[in-house]
């Protein structure tokens, strides 16, 4: 499946948050501590910081790497969705829902763009498959909840609620228990005891990230979660994907309801873990709604194809039947919207791989030798990727949107407005879009998306 993926996206590229990642474990395989001094720093996470400290020694490998596991992420959240939906329902009910999953937008856009939610959903989803499996499985469970909790804080929740569940089902053991307890406290413990190393406070993460949704303007907050939440996760499911899902839930409960509840409880518990954090001070978006849009759209495909699973003379088969046929038909009038989405993700990963591309070649060409004073780059988006390339601290790349510019060193502008209209994809992100060469700095090399300027 991801050999797949490979063939029809072919282009990629790891992140902002994930280049960080990479760069900060390179750091911390130099000795040194993380360097969070950077122009709006995103969320550390420690376990991909880990995997940042073993890839360092490939040097730029690294982010081949990291693809890797962005690609076998992607196929292997499909794969899983196939697996539970199987389990759950039966085959097509699986291949449905995984197709439905490997062909919205935010999957290959986020997976694509090797984003530290794949790996989490799949941790997540395989946790869910050994449950599924082994039911009251306990340690197993837990053990996969453990590297999920150390790549997103909502995996703390499903711990401590399967812990919760596990007690309530009559586990009394307390050795078990104690040990249960161990598995569950070992995410948010060593999160908080990384960031207190590495940063100087066990709230780092959470502090810092509630400043950058304010910096950014970003919907947050119980408010905004009624008006903005069902939005986001209709930006992954989509029209057909969002009624089908609804339905499916609401009939599966109604006439396969031990088939269906590990899978409603399973979504409620990932839409739950999205609203907490969205009323603790975190950012809206779709792309922490795709745990639960993985879930749904096993019941979005239950919705299509249940009333199979139903005896031929059930009062409600033909009523199911006429449901199935309206997302049928919302699937066939939204295809050409859904192809002008998959075709918009193509595109925005082949230009700013285009950009990053250049980028790399000008750090590579030897252009910003000698290394003097500070570099300006036009906007923060560019901070880790120059930093990693050129081996420097993050915090001697200067974002000059958002901090002051520099009179000497160098400045890096952007050629053309493609560059413009295709690197700084958020809107709410501070740019330098029309800002002249600041006096005596002279120009030194350039290629088709950059333009580097120095003065030493």
């Known amino acids: 499946m991801a050999a797949l ?10 992140n902002y948050d994930t280049i960080y990642s990479l760069l900060w474990g390179r750091e911390l395989g130099e000795g040194l501590s993380p360097d969070r001094g950077g122009a709006l720093p995103p969320t550390p996470h420690p376990l991909a910081e880990a995997f940042g400290l073993v890839t360092s020694p490939f040097g730029d490998g690294a982010i081949d790497l990291t693809m890797v596991v962005a690609y076998v992420a992607l196929g292997l959240i499909g794969y899983l969705v196939y697996r539970l ?3 759950w329902f039966d085959r097509p009910i699986g291949t449905v829902a995984a197709l439905f999953v490997l062909t919205r937008a935010p999957f290959l856009s986020n997976g694509l763009r090797a984003y530290v939610d794949l790996p989490y959903l799949a941790f997540c989803l395989g946790a869910l498959l050994m449950e599924t499996r082994r039911p009251r499985a306990g340690w197993p469970v837990l053990a996969l909840l453990v590297p999920a909790g150390l790549l ?24 078990k228990l104690a040990g249960l307890l161990a598995l569950a406290l070992a995410a948010p413990l060593s999160w908080a005891i990384y960031d207190w190393i590495t940063a100087g406070s066990p709230t780092y993460s959470f502090t810092g990230t509630r400043e950058t949704v304010e910096t950014l303007d970003r919907q947050t907050g119980p408010v905004d979660l009624v008006l903005y939440g069902p939005r986001r996760l209709g930006e992954v499911l989509q029209w057909p994907g969002m009624v089908g899902a609804l339905g499916g839930v609401a009939l599966g409960l109604a006439f396969l309801r031990r088939r269906s509840a590990v899978g409603v409880a399973a979504a409620g518990l990932a839409l739950g873990g999205f609203a907490i954090l969205a009323c603790a001070g975190l950012a809206i978006i779709p792309r922490y709604t795709m745990l639960a849009a993985a879930v749904l759209a096993i019941f979005a495909a239950l919705g299509l194809l249940g009333w199979r699973l139903l005896e031929r003379g059930h009062p409600w088969r033909r009523p199911w039947q006429a449901f199935a046929g309206v997302v049928a038909l919302m699937v066939v009038v939204w295809a050409p919207n859904q192809y002008d989405l998959l075709h918009r993700v193509d595109t925005d990963l082949t230009n700013q791989a285009r950009i990053e591309g250049d980028l790399n070649d000008l750090a590579e060409s030897g252009a910003f030798e000698p290394l003097c004073g500070a570099i300006s780059v036009p906007n923060h988006r ?16 200067v974002s000059s949107s958002e901090q002051r510019q520099p009179r000497h060193g160098y400045f890096l502008d952007q050629a053309t407005a ?20 600041p006096p005596g700095f002279q120009p030194v090399d350039r290629n088709e998306s950059w333009v580097l300027y120095r003065r030493c």
């Open 5 to 14: 993926l490979l063939l029809l996206f072919p282009t990629g590229f790891p």
């Open 152 to 175: 997103r804080p909502e995996a703390w929740l499903f711990s401590f609620a399967y812990l919760a569940y596990l007690y309530l089902s009559g586990e009394r053991d307390r050795r």
């Open 382 to 397: 560019a901070v880790p990727r120059l930093a990693f390339d050129l081996e420097v601290r993050p915090s001697r790349i």
């Open 418 to 437: 493609f560059v413009v209209h295709n690197f700084i994809l958020d809107p709410n992100d501070p740019a330098r879009l029309e800002t002249p060469v």
């Open 85 to 87: 939906g199987s389990l």
